[in-house]
């Protein structure tokens, strides 16, 4: 029941208009089954496998998202059912999800993602080489694909300032890009920032997706 009660008290919490992503990655189909019964339909999931087999066991109005930085090579395994995939940071890999989507007949909806951590070791695009896609005559092609908005992961840190200082510039390069960037496989719409330690400063900062896990399930488990 507490799973139940986190979301519940989430919810409560955060303005309407921001989707809740609940993080389910390595917990078991139970846990996902409590988090459903307690109203949650968005689920995001790390490994194309792990979340094919929760997709194969679950009911089937869940909305799952692949939030895991993702090869090439799995895109096929998900390529019929995933709702929306983040963190996508290279032209590549947009056009293998349009190939896959292509052999589906269906419009894969997606996140570019944007380096505005200050650590190293976050995968993203520059602003720069976001707008290089997006202009770029390869990503025009692409129909099977649609870019919904953009996503990023602010700083390990506790230096909130430095956190609002990300969060804010990834709000304005989206409104930015809102105002001047739509085609058909292009139309702004989500800002997905915000996690289970920043998540209320990103939604002070325009965040409209935050993803939760130990927020709503607990401590990860490692080791399963």
């Given at each position: 029941?507490?799973?139940?009660?986190?979301?519940?008290?989430?919810?409560?919490?955060?303005?309407?208009?921001?989707?809740?992503?609940?993080?389910?990655?390595?917990?078991?189909?139970?846990?996902?089954?409590?988090?459903?019964?307690?109203?949650?339909?968005?689920?995001?999931?790390?490994?194309?496998?792990?979340?094919?087999?929760?997709?194969?066991?679950?009911?089937?109005?869940?909305?799952?998202?692949?939030?895991?930085?993702?090869?090439?090579?799995?895109?096929?395994?998900?390529?019929?059912?995933?709702?929306?995939?983040?963190?996508?940071?290279?032209?590549?890999?947009?056009?293998?999800?349009?190939?896959?989507?292509?052999?589906?007949?269906?419009?894969?909806?997606?996140?570019?993602?944007?380096?505005?951590?200050?650590e190293e070791s976050k995968f993203g695009l520059s602003f720069e080489e976001i707008e290089h896609i997006l202009k770029s005559p390869d990503f025009q092609e692409l129909e099977n694909i649609k870019i919904v908005g953009f996503m990023g992961m602010a700083s390990f840190s506790d230096?909130?300032?430095?956190?609002?200082?990300?969060?804010?510039?990834?709000?304005?390069?989206?409104?930015?890009?809102?105002?001047?960037?739509?085609?058909?496989?292009?139309?702004?719409?989500?800002?997905?920032?915000?996690?289970?330690?920043?998540?209320?400063?990103?939604?002070?900062?325009?965040?409209?997706?935050?993803?939760?896990?130990?927020?709503?399930?607990?401590?990860?488990?490692?080791?399963?």
């Amino acid at each position: 029941m507490e799973i139940k009660k986190n979301i519940a008290e989430i919810k409560k919490s955060i303005p309407e208009n921001v989707i809740l992503v609940a993080v389910s990655k390595t917990k078991p189909i139970a846990d996902l089954q409590e988090a459903y019964d307690g109203g949650q339909r968005v689920f995001g999931e790390n490994k194309v496998q792990e979340m094919a087999e929760k997709f194969d066991a679950l009911p089937k109005d869940i909305q799952w998202h692949m939030i895991g930085h993702l090869q090439s090579n799995k895109v096929k395994y998900m390529a019929h059912f995933v709702n929306l995939i983040h963190g996508i940071d290279k032209l590549k890999t947009l056009q293998e999800i349009n190939k896959q989507a292509k052999k589906h007949d269906r419009v894969i909806s997606c996140l570019l993602q944007a380096k505005i951590a200050k650590e190293e070791s976050k995968f993203g695009l520059s602003f720069e080489e976001i707008e290089h896609i997006l202009k770029s005559p390869d990503f025009q092609e692409l129909e099977n694909i649609k870019i919904v908005g953009f996503m990023g992961m602010a700083s390990f840190s506790d230096n909130q300032e430095q956190l609002n200082e990300e969060f804010a510039s990834l709000k304005n390069f989206f409104e930015l890009h809102k105002k001047n960037t739509s085609t058909n496989n292009c139309q702004l719409e989500i800002l997905s920032m915000g996690m289970s330690g920043d998540y209320p400063l990103a939604i002070k900062n325009g965040s409209t997706m935050i993803r939760l896990g130990s927020s709503i399930f607990g401590s990860r488990n490692y080791s399963s």
